[in-house]
């Protein structure tokens, strides 16, 4: 029901889009966002946004170099990463839940995708 695509091998300070293509009934309203996990490491909030387009949210570590926007006629979440160093890299996950705000708790998040792997060279 959450489809995650466009991860791949991008050297460090390029740029890669991931998708996340929702069931347009089953998600209708709800917030959508990105975890991570790297290898050895607990899964991590990386970015959400409520359904409506704002508010948004971003860990610290990717401000500013992340953007994450939604279509909703698509029913697709996309996530903008920029600006990539190798300690981006990782699975990522999109998930979604019907939520007011969007928040960084992943036992917050019903609904996970499957990963896409992000791979970033040095």
């Known amino acids: 029901q959450l489809q995650a695509s466009g991860g791949g091998l991008v050297q460090a300070g390029g740029s890669l889009r991931l998708s996340c293509a929702a069931s347009r009934r089953t998600f209708s309203r709800y917030s959508m966002g990105w975890f991570r996990q790297a290898p050895g490491k607990e899964r991590e909030f990386v970015a959400a946004?409520?359904?409506?387009?704002?508010?948004?949210d971003y860990a610290d570590s990717v401000k500013d170099r992340f953007t994450i926007s939604g279509d909703n006629a698509k029913s697709t979440v996309y996530l903008h990463m920029g600006s990539l160093k190798p300690e981006d890299m990782g699975v990522y996950y999109c998930v979604a839940q019907r939520l007011s705000t969007p928040v960084a708790a992943p036992v917050a998040w019903g609904y996970w995708g499957q990963g896409t792997l992000v791979t970033v060279s040095s």
């Open positions: 946004i409520s359904w409506s387009g704002r508010p948004t």
